[in-house]
C-alpha cells in the first residue's frame, strides 16, 4: 500500500442494485449531505451495486462514515458489464475493514494494486462480531487519488462548532449542530511535473465539491482522521525551488 496523504474526488455513480432500508436507499451513497445515508436491511446478505457514468481509471474505495468494524471483510468484485460483475468479474478482493473499530462510524478504505477502468462495481459485506444489526455508509467514495508525500509539521486540525447561537435578553440559546472536523495544513515537494498534469486539474476540478482527505497513512489512526469535505476558501501555494511547489488547503467536514 503506498503511503503518505491521499485526495480523492468521487466520481459520480447510480446504483443498479442493493438491499436497502426504505428510509435509507442507496442512492444516498452519491450524495454528499451527512444525514443522508444508505443502511441494509440486516447483516445478512448486504450488498451494493453500481455503476460509473462512463469507463473511468479509478485506483480507490472508500466508505465514509462506515458502521464498520476491525473484523468486518468487504468483497469487491468489478467488470465491464453488470453481469459480468457477479458472473465473471475481472478484479475480484476481499478485504478485512482494520483500523475501524470506532463507534463513530468512520472511513474504510481499500487500494487496488493497480489503477482499472471497469464501470460496474459491486461491494458485498460480511459482518464479526459488529454489534449493528445493519450496515450503514454515508458516502461511497471511488475514484483517482491524488498522491502527497505527507502533510507538512505544524498542519492544523480543527473540531468546529456549527452549532447557531442566539443572544436574548442576555440568555444565551443554543440550536446544538454537531462538529465539524477540519484541516488547514501544507503538502510540499510536489514536481512541477505532477503539479501540471494532476494537481491544477484535481484542484479546478474540486472547487466547491466534495473530495475525501486522508492526512497520514503513516499513522494507524488514518481511518478516524480523514475528512470528507469540501475545499474552503482560496487555495495557494508556492514555488519552493525550480521544480518542486507547496500547496496550502483548507478542507472542512461536509
Known amino acids: 500500500m503506498s503511503i503518505g496523504t491521499y485526495l480523492v474526488r468521487p ?3 447510480t446504483v443498479t442494485g442493493s438491499q436497502s432500508a426504505a428510509s435509507a436507499p ?3 451513497l452519491n450524495v454528499d449531505y451527512p444525514n443522508m445515508v444508505w443502511r441494509s436491511t440486516g447483516t445478512t446478505g448486504a ?3 453500481i455503476a460509473l457514468d462512463a469507463s473511468l481509471s479509478w485506483d480507490f474505495v472508500g466508505l465514509v462514515g462506515a458502521s464498520l468494524f476491525g473484523a468486518d471483510t468487504i468483497r469487491i468484485r468489478a467488470a465491464g458489464s453488470a453481469a459480468n460483475v457477479t458472473a465473471s468479474p475481472a478484479y475480484d478482493q476481499t478485504f478485512n475493514v482494520t483500523g475501524t473499530e470506532n463507534a463513530d462510524f ?3 478504505y481499500h487500494l487496488p494494486e493497480t489503477a482499472m477502468s471497469h464501470r460496474y462495481i459491486r461491494l458485498d459485506f460480511t459482518l464479526s462480531g459488529n454489534p449493528n444489526a445493519f450496515v450503514q455508509v454515508q458516502r461511497l467514495v471511488i475514484g483517482k487519488r491524488l498522491e502527497g508525500e505527507g502533510i507538512d ?5 480543527n473540531f468546529e462548532d456549527t452549532s447557531r447561537i442566539t443572544e436574548y435578553r442576555g440568555i444565551q440559546i443554543s440550536d446544538p449542530f454537531d462538529a465539524k472536523q477540519s484541516w488547514k495544513f501544507s503538502i510540499s515537494n510536489v514536481k512541477a511535473t505532477d503539479y501540471n498534469s494532476k494537481w491544477k486539474s484535481f484542484l479546478k476540478a474540486s472547487s466547491g465539491n466534495a473530495v475525501l482527505f486522508i492526512p497520514d497513512t503513516f499513522t494507524g489512526a488514518h481511518s478516524q482522521e480523514g475528512v470528507f469535505g469540501r475545499i474552503q476558501g482560496q487555495t495557494n501555494g508556492s514555488l519552493e525551488s525550480g521544480d518542486t511547489y507547496k500547496v496550502n488547503l483548507y478542507i472542512r467536514e461536509v
Not at 153 to 157: K, L, Q, S
Open 47 to 49: 450488498y451494493v451495486a
Open 153 to 157: 509539521v505544524g498542519a492544523d486540525f
Open 106 to 108: 468512520n472511513l474504510a
Open 26 to 28: 442507496a442512492s444516498n
Open 11 to 13: 466520481y459520480n455513480l
